[in-house]
């Protein structure tokens, strides 16, 4: 990389979705390939940064670099809670299960009942939960993966969660997000202001969100 201008800047990324399991076989889950993460991570690698990887279960590539693997939400947020006193940047890219089923059965569950109810709980939000640990010369950033209203729910989560800007991801598209090699993405600042990515391989995006986070990094640390 020309100028490895994250060199000796911590960068904590997740990646990945988080499952939540049902019976010893069965699981819910949310749609993450952990592509996006893992492109952050390379990303902010070649930039010169010492990276933290904490992932649920990728099909992603993560060869080569430092991963914490986890399971369920719950584990995610032990592991960044973790990692985060020795981090300058944090990015969440994980799909995190918002909920969980309530009761965990240790055997499987048989199929005779014609219907079934599954009761699902509210899993700890792990950026809400880690606001209050914030250090002033930490940068934090989210996802906001969104099927509409893209720019309006993303602003309420940049809000509702602390951060110093936020990647809006408009998941309602078939070539962009979840899986896919491209992405396009909006950043919203706390400042009020936006930049758009344009649409780029996964490594480009993740450039423009490493930068904007170095800059914000920057002028937080007087450097
Ligand atoms: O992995 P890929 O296939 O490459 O796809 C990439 C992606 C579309 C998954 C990724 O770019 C993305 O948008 N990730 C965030 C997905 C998501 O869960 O968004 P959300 O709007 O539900 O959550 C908002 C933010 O809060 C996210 O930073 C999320 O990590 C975080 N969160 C969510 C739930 C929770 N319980 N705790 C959290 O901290």
Redesign the pocket.
Known sequence: FADKILAGIRVLV???PTVEPIDPVRFIS?R??????AAIARKALEMGADVDVVAGPVT?DLSGLKVTSVQT?TEMLNAVKDKLGNSDILI?????A?YRPADYSDIKIKKTADDMNIRLEK?????INIAPLKKDMQVFT?????SNDVRENALK?LEA?KLDFIVA?D?SRQDI???TED?EVSMFFSDGTAVDSGKLP?SGVAEIILEKAYDIFRKKNGT
């Open positions: 997740t990646a990945g949310n993450s390939s952990g592509k996006m993460g992603a939400a969440m890219a994980a799909a995190v918002d899993n700890p939000d792990i950026l989210g996802f906001a993966a969104e989560k969660k991801n998941i997000g979840f899986e992405n996964k």
